[in-house]
């Protein structure tokens, strides 16, 4: 069970540190002139301390 609930629980772990999810997009220019954006979800940023964490969980541990 713990395979399936713990994604869930630590995001509801964050939430109660007022710390939230963030929709992100990162252009990077290249040296050639060309831009890649990097689009992605932190998994907690704290807009006080401008902190960002992002939480992986494995089961292979």
Do not use: C, N
């Not at 929709?23 to 002139?33: A, R």
């Not at 807009?47 to 292979?60: A, G, P, Q, V």
Request: hydrophobic content about 40%; overall charge positive; charged content about 35%.
């Amino acid at each position: 069970m713990w395979d399936t609930v713990r994604g869930d629980l630590l995001h509801k772990i964050t939430y109660a540190y007022k710390w939230r999810e963030m929709d992100t997009e990162y252009p990077i220019l290249f040296k050639d002139g060309r831009t890649a954006v990097v689009i992605g979800r932190l998994d907690m940023y704290d807009w006080r301390s401008k902190t960002i964490i992002d939480l992986k969980t494995t089961k292979f541990i």
